[in-house]
């Protein structure tokens, strides 16, 4: 079994930098990929970002690339999205997600495991 636990979020002014950091526990992540989604009130949950434990690629959905960095830190088996340049509109429950097929978070958006999410508010 996989847990993730996000924390970080928090309220922001519009224009500021917020990073969400997400910990992984109860296996070995080595051949995972872990990624970021994000859900905003009345919307779909959607990808933002993602990459492999043991890779370096990072993928983003195409309107986050730019002001939003994937990154891991396998010692801490922790991954942070680091968010610049914030917008009203980017106010969601930000989740964190883990599945062994990469496909499955950045094409199909069904992972296995996800954490229990993390608010993130945007002031104008």
């Known amino acids: 079994q996989v847990q993730l636990v996000e924390s970080g979020g928090g309220l922001v002014q519009a224009g500021g930098s917020l990073s969400v950091s997400c910990a992984a526990s109860?296996?070995?992540?080595?051949?995972?990929?872990v990624g970021w989604f994000r859900q905003a009130p009345g919307k779909e949950r959607e990808f933002v970002a993602a990459i492999m434990w043991s890779g370096s690629t990072p993928y983003y959905a195409d309107s986050m690339k730019g002001r939003f960095t994937i990154s891991r830190d396998n010692a801490k088996n922790t991954v942070y999205l680091h968010m610049t340049g914030l917008k009203p509109e980017d106010t969601a429950v930000y989740y964190c997600a883990a599945d062994p097929q990469l496909h499955k978070i950045v094409k199909l958006h069904t992972p296995d495991y996800w954490g229990q999410g993390t608010q993130v508010t945007v002031s104008s």
């Open positions: 109860g296996r070995t992540f080595s051949s995972y990929a």
